[in-house]
């Protein structure tokens, strides 16, 4: 039996995951779970799957968390610390880390720290500190297992003592892979929501259709498998059949084949190193017909030569980056801007905000507060 820590069970990754657990109750108990602000669903979780503790990150909603658990022996926190403190308790086996954005980072750390193996579903703690979590990493003698069907396909793809010549890391091109100039300058969060293949949260969504998630998932595959970005490549394959590739050295080519189901790179980060039974979809191969593959349009949709310029800049860059977007993909959400003004606000504060190469974690929030501000101004410009 596993016990599992899910930060950010209110969301796309957390609630496929409590769906790995209920199908797998022999296997795995959600131990802790935790919700920024969506407590009324944080409430109904924890009435079902009665965890030893909750955490509500936003405390306004502490009261109404408590007084509806009353009658269990839930312990019940909240708060941004409490994220931190509870992934340290020594029950906990592994903690998956799916918390949205750059609030996810302290608490990896901390459960880094406390030696727990770690999901990784938080894109944005290896794009923002990837040096110093690969390092805390192996400091603490942590296995860090990618939870991304991106880089869980790679994780399965790889062969101990063979060398990596590439990675082919693999995009579905998002819901305006087709669309014209003129229609990206009138695109709507409606229609950048509507992400062909797969059911995400509005965050990763958007994230999709300007392709700076898969910049993130380059940077991420950068840290998790010490590949330099010239051997990352993207190729977009619109199916999401093909989750990712890898090309040895000797031209063989070895890739993972799934349905579009994040339950799978789920339950085997959970599992690791075994492979147990489900009951969720199957390829029907016949029924494919074709897989496409095409290089993605870096001109158009910027935000993925910004990624690649952040890697190779190195320091602090991509947590600039990643703050920046991270304004600007909320105002665009909110109609406050236009979808082409994403990449012109990310790309226009990685040019100014203070760059930093010897980095610590306050390195990192000092920077992330700054790019974060830089960007608020230039929402209204």
Same mark, same amino acid.
């Given at each position: ?65 408590? =007084?509806?658990? @009353? %009658?269990?022996?839930? &312990?019940?926190?909240?708060?941004? $610390? /409490? +994220? ?92 305006? =892979?087709?669309? @014209? %100039?003129?229609?990206? &300058?009138?695109?709507?969060?409606? $229609? /950048? +929501? ?100 095409? &290089? ?86």
């Amino acid at each position: 039996m596993r016990k599992i820590a899910i930060l950010g069970s209110t969301g796309s990754i957390g609630t496929q995951a409590l769906d790995v657990i209920s199908a797998h109750p022999d296997l795995f108990e959600a131990y802790a779970l935790t919700a920024n602000n969506n407590v009324s669903l944080l409430i109904e979780q924890a009435r079902h799957f009665q965890p030893e503790m909750v955490v509500i990150a936003n405390e306004q909603h502490y009261d109404k968390l408590k =007084r509806a658990l @009353s %009658d269990l022996p839930i &312990k019940v926190y909240a708060g941004a $610390q /409490a +994220l931190c403190d509870i992934v340290e308790d020594t029950n906990i086996d592994i903690v998956l880390a799916s918390m949205v954005g750059f609030a996810g980072l302290k608490p990896t750390i901390s459960a880094i720290k406390a030696k727990k193996a770690i999901a990784l579903a938080n894109k944005e703690t290896l794009v923002v500190a990837g040096d110093l979590i690969t390092r805390l990493c192996k400091q603490y003698e942590v296995p860090l297992l990618p939870v991304d069907s991106e880089h869980s396909a790679i994780f399965q793809c790889l062969e101990p003592g063979n060398k990596i010549e590439k990675i082919l890391l693999t995009a579905s091109g998002g819901p305006f =892979r087709r669309f @014209s %100039d003129e229609e990206l &300058k009138k695109a709507s969060p409606s $229609q /950048a +929501l509507s992400h062909p293949t797969w059911h995400m949260g509005d965050k990763i969504t958007i994230d999709s259709a300007t392709m700076m998630n898969k910049g993130f998932e380059v940077i991420e595959a950068h840290w998790l498998f010490g590949v330099p970005s010239e051997k990352i490549e993207v190729v977009v394959h619109p199916q999401s059949v093909i989750h990712s590739m890898v090309q040895f050295h000797d031209g063989a080519v070895k890739a993972q084949l799934g349905t579009p189901d994040m339950r799978l790179p789920i339950q085997y980060a959970f599992s690791y190193p075994r492979r147990i039974q489900n009951d969720y979809g199957r390829l029907d191969f016949p029924g494919l017909q074709q897989l496409t593959f095409e &290089k993605p349009d870096m001109v158009r949709f910027r935000c993925l030569q910004l990624a690649y310029d952040a890697l190779a800049e190195g320091g602090n860059m991509a947590c600039i980056m990643n703050a920046a977007n991270e304004v600007a993909n909320r105002a665009f959400i909110d109609n406050r801007i236009s979808f082409l003004r994403i990449a012109e606000i990310i790309e226009e504060t990685m040019n100014n905000v203070e760059k930093a190469y010897d980095c610590s974690l306050d390195t990192y929030l000092e920077t992330d507060r700054k790019s974060r501000a830089y960007a608020e101004r230039l929402l209204d410009k």
